[in-house]
């Protein structure tokens, strides 16, 4: 069973939104996690963007979206989101969320995707006139 479950992507225009899911497929999946939000364009490295301890509020958006961006959760729904506003074309590729324990959203600086250990399979965002 895939633990998490990524959906919300599409194609938008550039001043555009939408709004990303992740939804855990257990409580384990979800309870007490750090999740995260990275992306992929074509040829680049994946990158992190923002990151929730379900715990708690704490969270943490990247530079590079900040002002754009932001992470919420439903502990209800065991689903985090990713509102993304005012998209630019470089926000243009492969969304994954991805878990690990608390620790993992104490990591100073980058959200760095080798800390995750489960992963979903990804939706895809893009962001084009």
């Known amino acids: 069973q895939v633990p998490l479950v990524e959906s919300g992507g599409g194609s938008v225009q550039p001043g555009g939104s939408l709004r990303l899911s992740c939804t855990a497929s257990s409580e384990s999946a979800y309870s007490g996690k750090c999740i995260a939000w990275f992306r992929q364009a074509p040829g680049k490295a994946r990158e992190g963007v923002a990151r929730?301890?379900?715990?708690?509020?704490?969270?943490l958006i990247a530079a590079a979206v900040k002002g754009r961006f932001t992470v919420s959760q439903d502990p209800a729904a065991k689903t985090v989101y990713l509102q993304m506003n005012n998209l630019k074309r470089e926000d243009t590729g492969m969304y994954y969320c991805?878990?690990?324990?608390?620790?993992?959203?104490?990591?100073?600086?980058?959200?760095?995707?080798?800390?995750?250990?489960?992963w979903g399979q990804g939706t895809q965002v893009t962001v084009s006139s």
């Open positions: 991805a878990a690990d324990g608390r620790a993992a959203c104490w990591v100073p600086g980058n959200i760095i995707p080798s800390v995750f250990t489960d």
């Open positions: 929730i301890y379900t715990g708690s509020t704490e969270s």
